[in-house]
């Protein structure tokens, strides 16, 4: 009984001396536990070098210290495995990269931008591989819990769409704007009414003309891609073009000064607000994603995809 107690009181001895040391280190605080992994892993293989003669005790304390760590490690990342959509690790995220800056296609024709980047992200802390779709942006909110698991393409929440899917937080605040061609005569929303306006199926700028025109009207132009509406604009077929104003803004600055962007307040357009469509009803992952956002939101992540992607975003 004896040497049980001295045991104890080593190892406990041992935990305390640990716990001093750790607390002597404040470099890489705000790290990622990934990353701060790293260094107690190549701090241990030290000192199984080093060390021959370790006390049992010790030894015990250590390991017990390492399980600690990585059952802390392990509980930051929800587990997902019985998840109806994302069970297989596998999370299949639709877009429609006709958007600049949030979605585009890049040189290798692959789909990138800011929700893209944001995606998988998220996908990567919640240990999924994260898979893009791209896809006509009419189909995206349909294709979720079928074809797709999540849609992340500058989609604006709406009581519509809520009927269908469920929203995580929303990550970007917005508003409509009007893409024209430099030197047009539109500038309110009276000459909105009685001009040609091209929008993208499915968005909130065909709704804003359906609600000028009356829904079906001819003065309505509707397509499937933005690249599209915006190339009709810009050869005349149509006069304007309601689209968010981010987005107005990157077609703009690639169409070599042919065209201008005239803010939603000159059309009393309201403020939007984009999220990330999800299967409805699966609170799991709806909760999981949530929990990511707010990680990235805390820890400075967020931002700087914001300050890469969208301040700094330049017309490819």
């Known amino acids: 009984m004896k040497n049980m107690k001295k045991i104890v009181a080593l190892a406990m001895a041992a935990a305390m001396t640990a716990t001093l040391a750790a607390c002597g280190s404040s470099s890489g605080s705000s790290s990622s536990s990934a990353s701060s992994s790293a260094p107690a892993a190549e ?18 304390s250590t390991d017990a210290t390492a399980t600690t760590e990585s059952t802390a490690a392990d509980a930051q990342t929800p587990d997902l495995s019985s998840d109806k959509y994302v069970g297989d690790g596998v999370w299949t995220v639709g877009t429609n990269a006709t958007f600049p800056p949030f979605e585009y296609i890049d040189d290798n024709g692959q789909p990138t931008g800011f929700d893209v980047a944001l995606v998988q992200e998220i996908g990567k802390r919640l240990g999924l591989k994260v898979e893009v779709q791209d896809m006509e942006f009419d189909a995206l909110v349909a294709s979720i819990g079928s074809k797709i698991d999540a849609a992340a393409a500058g989609m604006t929440v709406t009581d519509e769409r809520k009927k269908t899917v469920d929203f995580s937080e929303a990550y970007y605040d917005a508003t409509q704007a009007v893409l024209v061609k430099k030197g047009s005569s539109i500038k309110t929303q009276d000459d909105l009414k009685n001009a040609k306006v091209g929008v993208q199926l499915g968005t909130t700028g065909a709704g804003i003309a359906d609600d000028l025109h009356g829904e079906g009207s001819d003065k309505t132009i509707t397509y499937n891609s933005y690249n599209d509406v915006v190339q009709d604009l810009i050869n005349g077929k149509t006069d304007a073009v309601i689209m968010d104003q981010v987005p107005a803004e990157a077609y703009q600055s690639q169409s070599g000064d042919q065209l201008e962007v005239l803010p939603g307040t000159q059309f009393n357009f309201d403020t939007e607000e984009y999220a990330i469509a999800l299967p409805k009803g699966d609170t799991e992952l709806l909760d999981a994603v949530n929990g990511a956002i707010d990680a990235m939101k805390a820890d400075g992540t967020f931002d700087s995809l914001v300050d890469k992607w969208i301040n700094n975003y330049s017309a490819e």
């Open 43 to 60: 701090s241990t293989a030290a000192a199984e070098t080093t060390q021959t003669n370790v006390d049992p005790a010790v030894e015990a």
